[in-house]
């Protein structure tokens, strides 16, 4: 995600960043990758190779992986369940 994000997303822009949270909870860890001060960006026609991959592996670890398009930039959230 961050090489995506220095080629085509916030960090393309000399005032984009990336802002990442995370927090632990009894379900499981969650993970938020916001993009901000970037390109406008929309919700693709269809996904690219690194996306599919990320959301098949995801899915190999039972987790859930939410792609946002707001105009600000590229957010994604990540939860992988405790085991």
């Given amino acids: 995600m961050t090489t995506n994000a220095v080629k085509h997303g916030a960090l393309s822009e000399p005032n984009g960043r ?17 993009e901000v001060d970037g390109p406008t960006v929309a919700a693709p026609a269809r996904y690219n190779f ?26 994604c959230t990540i939860k992988l369940p405790m085991r």
């Avoid at 690194?50 to 957010?75: H, K, M, N, V, W």
């Fill in 18 to 34: 990336v802002t990442v949270e995370w927090s632990m909870e009894d379900a499981g860890l969650e993970i938020v990758w916001c």
């Fill in 50 to 75: 690194g996306s599919r991959l990320i959301a098949r592996t995801l899915r190999q670890l039972s987790a859930d992986f939410e792609p946002t398009f707001p105009q600000t930039g590229y957010c």
